[in-house]
């Protein structure tokens, strides 16, 4: 599907939702399939990479209910032990953080399972996630030793240990963690700089004594999990679009209600503040172990900042969405230490320099990020590589710009915001 979007012929106002985070509902899928008794999920995202995880689950043996229609999702979970060799590969579609927890789950399990995925997720780098899984005792044979998918896991009996990530990566600090959920004696892992912690926050709330030490998070052997009732926020993710949106185009203020403002995920919130754009959160309280608030941006010049360093990790998935802020802030905007998105579903760093640029930025790629001098965009057609996220990063840049911008591949959309579209102003499908 292509689209266009032309630009905005009045300020955004007024209020909105956003789907549920995709994140949160990864894992209670996965972590209601680990426990004991049936899981019900409100609010569960239903996009193609958390049905994705609903699919592999359900080759697991896992009987899952409710994915067709809106309401509540219910898991009936197996145990950390109960889960069923599969009769077929197991496709993780496009969905990175599928492949990377299922692997860390298969690990521990009794049985051999094939996993794989699309030709984008067929490209993207396991071994961060497979080697310390090989060290842990899992059997993992695959392309280029075991670094790409297709992957064949012989789970079994594993041992814990003290892992030190190379990178704050919050797929591969859960992939160990439910891997230790099965494994014998203590498990614990120590970040370089905090990522996202949503897996810790719900094994917590399910039953398991994690105990932090410093920058350390430690899993006790011999866990049990109970189900639970999950409420799921907003997705801060799909909620940042809007968010630049309303801080660029002059006159706007959108609030959106129910989004978790999980510290770990901020960091757009701090730097969007930081460039000049007033934010406000009201309504804060917390639903299932997560922080929540309603978040109101208002339009206003803005500034360019350095974008670096501890930062990262709690925006990285926000960085196409603030690229297109710093195309309209005045002075220059860097960013730094984000080498990270060369391997997403595109490498973005690549692909913002290039669509941007088609659409008149002033946008040098770095290394491991990007240096953009603010000025006004035009209009052109550019394409979405298959990257959900740069695909609306493209529609609010249009929102702005000078002419329509015809989106190309923007299907892609349906990954983890289905209805993205429908909430675009002056959008047509064709």
């Not at 891997?179 to 810790?200: C, F, K, Q, V, Y």
């Amino acid at each position: 599907m292509n689209v266009t979007v032309c630009p905005a012929s009045s300020p955004l106002r007024g209020t909105i939702t956003v789907p549920g985070d995709k994140s949160i509902s990864h894992r209670a899928l996965l972590l209601g399939a680990l426990a004991e008794g049936t899981t019900t999920v409100h609010n569960l995202l239903r996009s193609a990479d958390c049905l994705s995880t609903a699919s592999c689950l359900k080759a697991l043996g896992v009987g899952i209910e409710g994915l067709e229609g809106s309401g509540p999702v219910t898991v009936a979970g197996r145990g950390l032990q109960g889960l069923a060799e599969p009769e077929d590969v197991l496709d993780a579609g496009n969905s990175g953080t599928t492949a990377r927890l299922l692997l860390g789950i298969l690990a521990g399990q009794p049985f051999t399972a094939l996993l794989t995925g699309d030709a984008s997720l067929r490209r993207r780098p396991m071994a961060r996630v497979t080697a310390p899984l090989a060290r842990m005792g899992a059997q993992i044979l695959g392309r280029r030793d075991g670094s790409l998918l297709p992957l064949a896991v012989r789970g079994g009996r594993l041992r814990g240990g003290h892992f030190a990530l190379p990178v704050a990566s919050a797929q591969l600090k859960s992939a160990l963690l439910l891997a230790g959920l099965n494994a014998e004696g203590e498990t614990s892992i120590t970040e370089p700089a905090p990522s996202r912690d949503h897996t810790e926050r719900m094994l917590a709330a399910w039953g398991v004594p994690l105990r932090r030490a410093g920058s350390s998070v430690i899993l006790p052997a011999g866990p049990r999990l109970r189900a639970q009732t999950v409420s799921v926020p907003g997705d801060i993710s799909a909620a940042a679009f809007f968010l630049v949106a309303a801080a660029i185009l002059p006159g706007s203020q959108v609030t959106i209600k129910g989004v978790g403002v999980n510290s770990t995920r901020t960091g757009v919130l701090d730097v969007l503040a930081r460039m000049g754009a007033p934010v406000t959160l009201t309504d804060r309280h917390e639903e299932s172990g997560e922080p929540l608030a309603d978040i109101t941006v208002a339009a206003a010049p803005l500034q360019g900042v350095e974008i670096a360093g501890p930062l990262i990790p709690r925006l990285i998935d926000e960085i196409p969405a603030l690229a297109v802020a710093a195309c309209y802030a005045q002075g220059e905007t860097v960013i730094r230490d984000a080498a990270e998105l060369r391997v997403k579903e595109s490498d973005r760093l690549a692909a913002l320099a290039r669509e941007l640029g088609a659409l008149g930025a002033d946008i040098r790629e770095l290394p491991d990020g990007l240096i953009i001098r603010g000025r006004p965009l035009h209009g052109g057609e550019v394409k979405s590589h298959g990257d959900h996220r740069l695909a609306m990063a493209l529609a609010v840049a249009a929102l702005a710009a000078r002419g329509p911008v015809t989106i190309a591949g923007a299907d892609c959309v349906s990954i983890s915001f289905p209805t993205f579209f429908s909430q675009v102003p002056g959008t047509r499908r064709h």
